[in-house]
């Protein structure tokens, strides 16, 4: 049974710091690269950044430099650093296999806000 559960969303203000984290099914996890997406209000779902199983690493334009995916294999968890947040960060977080699979968790809101 696939499972993705996304948690540690919240509000920050302008500048904060939010660590995600995302336990997934070990069927699905050990042998798939991970991501994160993100949907912001009336904007289509768009990727974030990737990790793959051998800890290797691409992240999005938009957020390079601030934010950071890691993932520990041994607990099945993906997790997404994320520092210097801005207005426009705010959005639904959701971590998926790359590609996706057509199941989707329920996310985590990220606001950020003053």
């Known amino acids: 049974q696939v499972q993705l559960v996304e948690s540690g969303g919240g509000l920050v203000q302008p500048g904060g710091s939010l660590r995600l984290s995302c336990t997934a099914s070990g069927s699905i996890f050990r042998i798939n690269t991970m991501a994160w997406f993100r949907q912001a209000p009336g904007k289509q779902r768009e990727w974030v950044a990737r990790i793959q199983p051998d800890y290797n690493t691409n992240h999005a334009d938009s957020v390079k430099g601030r934010f950071a995916i890691d993932r520990d294999n041994a607990k099945n968890v993906v997790y997404l650093h994320m520092s210097g947040l801005e207005r426009e960060d705010t959005a639904v977080y959701y971590c998926?296999?790359?590609?996706?699979?057509?199941?989707w968790g329920q996310g985590t809101q990220v606001t950020v806000s003053s």
């Open positions: 998926n296999t790359y590609p996706t699979l057509s199941y």
